[in-house]
């Protein structure tokens, strides 16, 4: 896989949109609101599968190092034992999985049920990594009714909000980039 230039940029671009996405963090206990689902979307939509999936996972690494880029400022190998930390992980595949889907689509309807899947994904990895951290690191075992409520509940309308605007943006921002 030869990457050029100008992926290289739009790659490291992303992977700083993402952490800014985490900056911009409103805490709701647990669980934070981000707009890093959001960039991951944007992600998966402006970039190749193999890209996209690079270009997260290169974000995951450098949170993992240490730089602080995850929400709350925090980063560092000890960020596996995060509550959160499942849903950065569902992020990479998910960025993938994304791209694969929609590659070449220009319909924002078609855009914005592969996006809604992606979100069942991020909530398939996330939540059961949440539950076994909260209850083996954290010795806070949860029922499902109370873990739906911390980590996913709150999230449902503005993770559809921001698929919608991401399935609506981002073939306009392809098209732009395909002009050049």
Known sequence: MKIKTKDLTKMALLVALIAVGAFISIPLGPVPFTLQNFFVFMTGLLLTPWQAFLTVLVYVLLGLIGLP????????????????????????????????????????????????????????????????????????????????????IPFLIPDMIKAAVAAIIAPRINKALNRR
């Open 69 to 152: 880029i995850f929400a709350g400022f925090t980063g560092g190998f000890q960020s596996v034992f995060s509550p959160t930390f499942g849903f950065l992980i569902s992020f990479v595949i998910g960025a993938f999985m994304i791209s694969k889907l929609t590659r070449k689509e220009t319909s924002s309807v078609k855009i914005m049920i592969v996006l809604v899947l992606a979100e069942v994904l991020f909530y398939a990895i996330g939540l059961p990594y949440f539950h076994i951290i909260m209850k083996n690191v954290m010795g806070n075992p949860m029922d499902l009714s109370k873990i739906m409520s911390l980590a996913m």
